[in-house]
């Protein structure tokens, strides 16, 4: 059976996943997907009108409806709406049944998507914060770490500048000291994006069964993901290149226009320029990010590569740019207060280890254990982000894909 996340045919863009029929349910007919007489029983005929009592020769009275049906207005070819699937019935264009998950199936406010994104938290905590806790955990142990040997490599150097006896080595003891802590960075940085790839496509995959009304378990969200792991990273990876374009460029004008400026002072308003320019390089980074913002997420939800993901997700922005920017500030918003609280409590908890563990908060073991906790309880504020990214994600299908119907489809077999 198809994904129902899986992107739609461009030739024709309504076109949606069709569920397997069920056991006894009736197969769809023409007409919208409604069924004989919009839901009158098999075998049920109508009376004929009279003879001579106004009814005009040749003419024939419609069955009636079924007591109490509905037609399956708004559905689409192939839609096969199932009385008594669901105790929601059909009330507007965007699909039959109101609410089968964690958001309503229809174009959703800022208020659905902050609700939806908590209740996705409250409905499936295990997956959403267990897996977090466990990936999180791996990661900062690997970070804490590799700040503590790039440590204990400085402090080596240290004593070596103190000792006379050492003098000559110190030179070679700081350049072995200085690649240590590249090689640090190095690891922290694919640590973090490695263990941020992997959790941003397995919440992704967990929030938008909940939208249907599904509750994945912690190997089923993992099964989903791990087949889309090499898609899932070439999109974060191509995402973060992107992106990172423009500062490159950035840095790169400013080191050129201090050369330029320390050859001829007359050219000081060049260095000046450059570096004002860091205003619209921000703009470029942030416009870059809104438009590639869904690139994972799509790897994920509709199996398809790095690069169609990331034409994907340009293409679902389209249109819609400021009201996704307006979303992702006001998100980050919220996640930068909730955080501010959260690090509060997390950096006190730290504090009294690093304490308990050694009495100097700026050694190399202490410093450990700061980032230890720093990045565990980063860690904590990905599933809301991410359940709320998703939701966009899912808004916009919602609103330029009739991705209600399809989805209502998907909840009805539930």
């Known amino acids: 059976m198809s994904s129902p996340w899986t992107s739609p045919d461009p030739s024709a863009p309504y076109q949606g996943w069709t ?15 409604a069924q004989p007489g919009y839901g009158a029983q098999q075998g049920y005929t109508a009376p004929q009108a009279p003879q001579g009592y106004g009814a005009q020769q040749g003419y024939t009275a419609p069955q009636a409806p079924a007591y109490g049906a509905q037609p399956t207005y708004g559905a689409q070819p192939g839609y096969n709406a199932q009385p008594g699937a669901s105790g929601y019935s059909t009330t507007n264009r965007w699909g039959w049944q109101a609410k089968p998950g964690i958001i309503p199936l229809r174009p959703l406010t800022i208020g659905d998507l902050f609700s939806g994104a908590f209740e996705a938290i409250r409905s499936n905590p295990k997956v959403l914060f267990g897996f977090t806790i466990v990936i999180m955990l791996l990661v900062s142990l690997i970070a804490s770490v590799s700040i503590l040997v790039s440590g204990l490599g400085y402090e080596s150097v240290i004593n070596a500048e103190n000792d006379p006896q050492a003098l000559q080595q110190t030179t070679e003891n700081f350049a072995n000291a200085l690649l240590l802590q590249m090689i640090s960075n190095l690891v922290q940085w694919l640590s973090t994006f490695a263990g941020t790839s992997i959790l941003t496509g397995l919440l992704a995959a967990t929030v938008s069964q909940l939208t249907v009304g599904r509750k994945l378990t912690l190997s089923e969200a993992w099964a989903m993901t791990r087949k889309r792991l090499g898609s899932l990273i070439g999109s974060f990876a191509l995402t973060a290149l992107i992106t990172a374009v423009p500062i ?28 004002f320019a860091i205003i619209p390089i921000f703009i470029l980074m942030y416009f ?55 690090g509060f409590v997390i950096g006190l908890i730290g504090g009294l280890v690093t304490v308990v563990v050694t009495s100097n908060p700026t050694s190399p ?9 720093v990045m565990l309880g980063s860690g904590l504020l990905l599933p809301f982000s991410a359940a709320f990214e998703t939701l966009i994600y899912t808004d916009l299908r919602i609103r330029k894909e009739n991705f209600a119907a399809v989805l209502a489809q998907a909840g009805a077999q539930q």
């Open 19 to 33: 569920p397997q029929p069920q056991p006894g349910a009736p197969t769809p007919q023409q007409g919208y997907g």
């Open 248 to 275: 490159v460029l950035w840095i790169v004008a400013i080191f050129a226009s201090l050369a330029v400026a320390d050859g001829n002072r007359d050219m000081w308003w060049l260095s000046a320029l450059a570096f």
């Open 365 to 373: 073991i202490g410093l450990a254990i700061s980032m230890f906790f």
């Open 288 to 342: 870059f990010q809104i438009k590639l913002l869904f690139a994972p997420m799509c790897a994920v939800l509709e199996e398809i590569g790095p690069v169609a993901s990331l034409k994907r997700s340009w293409s679902l922005v389209k249109g819609e740019f400021w009201p996704t920017l307006g979303r992702f500030l006001l998100m980050n918003l919220v996640i930068g207060f909730i955080g501010g609280f959260l």
